[in-house]
């Protein structure tokens, strides 16, 4: 299942998360991010051991701005509180749960 995340909730969500923590700034305009979000949600479902999160770039401005998006899609993985990946633009599932399962 994935989490969705604010201004509230994004610290103990992802910062504080004993997992790692996949997450996905997008937008309801953003044709890519819409194409993107079976994919995300195929994610959640299948792999154990990670969390992944959507972050609404127009809800939480604030937070996409202090990790500089400059273009959604962009994915973000964070581990202990630390980004650790960075992928921008439409990804391949494969490629998304590749790079998510070197951190687990």
């Known amino acids: 299942?994935?989490?969705?995340?604010?201004?509230?909730?994004?610290?103990?969500?992802?910062?504080?998360?004993?997992?790692?923590?996949?997450?996905?700034?997008?937008?309801?305009?953003?044709?890519?991010?819409?194409?993107?979000?079976?994919?995300?949600?195929?994610l959640a479902n299948e792999m154990q051991g990670v969390k992944i999160a959507k972050l609404n770039v127009d809800e939480a401005g604030g937070i996409a701005g202090q990790y500089n998006i400059m273009s959604i899609p962009t994915f973000l993985i964070f581990k202990n509180g630390a980004v650790v990946d960075q992928m921008v633009g439409g990804v391949a599932k494969e490629v998304l749960k590749e790079r998510l399962s070197q951190y687990i």
């Open 1 to 42: 299942m994935e989490v969705i995340l604010n201004e509230q909730n994004f610290e103990q969500e992802v910062l504080q998360s004993d997992k790692p923590v996949l997450v996905d700034f997008w937008a309801t305009w953003c044709g890519p991010c819409r194409q993107m979000s079976p994919i995300v949600e195929e």
